[in-house]
C-alpha cells in the first residue's frame, strides 16, 4: 500500500471529523471531495490515527483550559458566588427594606402584585348581616416581603460543591450490601 500522502484537505478532513459537527458528507463537500473518497481516507490507519490524535488534543485543552480543570471550575463558582453575595449587600443597602424585619440582611425580596379590593355595599341582599360585597372598581398595589430561600440555597450549594472539589469536605456515599462481623472461636464477648 502507497504511503499516505498529507495534503490541505485531507487535513481539514481529519480536522472537521475530530470535531464531529458536521455529517461525512457535509465534510466532503467542504473539502471539495466525494463521501466515497472520504469514507476511503478513515479507512486508512494514518488518517484514522490523525483524527484520533486532533481528538486526544481537544480533550487535553479541554482538561486545562475548560470546566473541566478543578482550579477553573472553582473559580468560577467563586465568581457566581461573589455574584450572589453583591445582590444580597445591595438589598442589604435598600432603603425600601430599612423598616422590614430582617430587611438589613440582604435576603429579603419585595415582590409586587395587584390586589383586588372589595368594598361592602348595603343592599340587604347576601350575608346574614344584611351586606354584600361588590367588586371595586380598581386594583391597588401591594408589596410582600419574604426571604429569598432560592438564592439562600444556591449559596449553600455553590459552597458545598467548591468544598467538595477542593477537598474539603467529602461527599456523603451510600454504602449497601452487609456489615462484615468477624466471629472468633473462644471468645465470650459479653465481658467487653
Known amino acids: 500500500m502507497a504511503e499516505f500522502k498529507w495534503t490541505k ?19 466532503a463537500a467542504q473539502v471539495g471531495v466525494t463521501p466515497r473518497q472520504l469514507w476511503y481516507w478513515k479507512a486508512t490507519p494514518a488518517f484514522a490515527d490523525r483524527v484520533s490524535g486532533i481528538v486526544a488534543a481537544y480533550a487535553d485543552a479541554i482538561k486545562d483550559e475548560g470546566i473541566a480543570n478543578v482550579k477553573n471550575r472553582v473559580a468560577a463558582q467563586n465568581d457566581r458566588w461573589q ?10 443597602a435598600d432603603p425600601a427594606l430599612v423598616g422590614i424585619p430582617g430587611g ?30 361588590r367588586s371595586a372598581k ?16 444556591e449559596m449553600r450549594a455553590t459552597e458545598k460543591e467548591a468544598s467538595e472539589q477542593l477537598g474539603q469536605r467529602v461527599a456523603k456515599q451510600e454504602h449497601s450490601g452487609e456489615i462484615g462481623i468477624r466471629r472468633y472461636e473462644g471468645v465470650d464477648i459479653s465481658d467487653v
Open 138 to 153: 380598581r386594583d391597588v398595589l401591594v408589596y410582600e416581603y419574604a426571604a429569598d430561600m432560592a438564592l439562600a440555597a
Open 9 to 27: 484537505p485531507r487535513e481539514r478532513a481529519a480536522k472537521l471529523l475530530a470535531e464531529d459537527a458536521l455529517t461525512d458528507e457535509q465534510i
Open 104 to 133: 438589613d440582611t440582604g435576603l429579603i425580596v419585595r415582590q409586587a402584585k395587584l390586589v383586588k379590593v372589595y368594598e361592602a355595599a348595603g343592599s340587604g341582599q347576601g350575608d346574614d348581616d344584611g351586606e354584600t360585597l
Open 83 to 92: 455574584r450572589m453575595q453583591r445582590i444580597i449587600d445591595q438589598r442589604a
